[in-house]
T-cell receptor, first 113, second 117 residues
Framework: DGGITQSPKYLFRKEGQNVTLSCEQNLNHDAMYWYRQDPGQGLRLIYYSQIVNDFQKGDIAEGYSVSREKKESFPLTVTSAQKNPTAFYLC????????????FGPGTRLTVT | AQKVTQAQTEISVVEKEDVTLDCVYETRDTTYYLFWYKQPPSGELVFLIRRNSFDEQNEISGRYSWNFQKSTSSFNFTITASQVVDSAVYFCALSDLMDTGRRALTFGSGTRLQVQP
């Protein structure tokens, strides 16, 4: 079945540690995205990539980093520089151009204490 | 600036009632796209509909219908004969061209719908 997978579903880390969230898609989409969702709020864009080996900052990129070495994969690293990393992280993909619907993965709930 | 407003934070209805979720948007772009997504308790966003700015025809899909009105910058979503399985957070989103030249998706803050049995 085509879709987007994110792992793990729940992640716990101590403050000061970097953590990498996985996102894989087999929809053959060129574009991939990372969003952050805080309780009771909408989604905010962290990073996006329209093509392999290229990515752009979104609205809240500070404290995060990404890579796009393969079309299928777009991992997100939450660094120790991110002030409030506890949140729900959603990965999405779409056909390129920004006019098409995005398909989302199941999300990773990160808790940093 | 691009903006999507979902003024209803939470709506509670009894099963079989009809319910309308409001969405108002702001954009300076003449070509834009509107979306609705459903987020059930599991967390994954499920795509429901995409509508471009040149197509103002209303759409119906089963119990779901959408009313797009450019004159009032609204893209409202109606669920007819609601069911408990419709309980979720619903997001309206706008894709338009930003000042940076890139096209971005802006989400509203969502409306939580609770359907009581």
């Amino acid at each position: 079945d085509g879709g987007i997978t994110q792992s793990p579903k729940y992640l716990f880390r101590k403050e000061g540690q970097n953590v990498t969230l996985s996102c894989e898609q087999n929809l053959n989409h060129d574009a991939m995205y990372w969003y952050r969702q805080d309780p009771g709020q909408g989604l905010r864009l962290i990073y996006y990539s329209q093509i392999v080996n290229d990515f752009q900052k979104g609205d809240i990129a500070e404290g995060y980093s990404v890579s796009r070495e393969k079309k299928e994969s777009f991992p997100l690293t939450v660094t120790s520089a991110q002030k409030n990393p506890t949140a729900f992280y959603l990965c999405a993909s779409s056909m390129t151009g920004g006019v098409y619907e995005q398909y989302f993965g199941p999300g990773t709930r990160l808790t940093v204490t | 600036a691009q903006k999507v407003t979902q003024a209803q934070t939470e709506i509670s209805v009894v099963e079989k009632e009809d319910v309308t979720l409001d969405c108002v948007y702001e954009t300076r772009d003449t070509t834009y796209y509107l979306f609705w997504y459903k987020q059930p308790p599991s967390g994954e966003l499920v795509f429901l509909i995409r509508r471009n700015s040149f197509d103002e025809q209303n759409e119906i899909s089963g119990r779901y219908s959408w009313n797009f009105q450019k004159s009032t910058s609204s893209f409202n979503f109606t669920i007819t004969a609601s069911q408990v399985v419709d309980s979720a957070v619903y997001f309206c989103a706008l894709s338009d061209l930003m000042d940076t030249g890139r096209r971005a998706l802006t989400f509203g803050s969502g409306t939580r719908l609770q359907v009581q049995p």
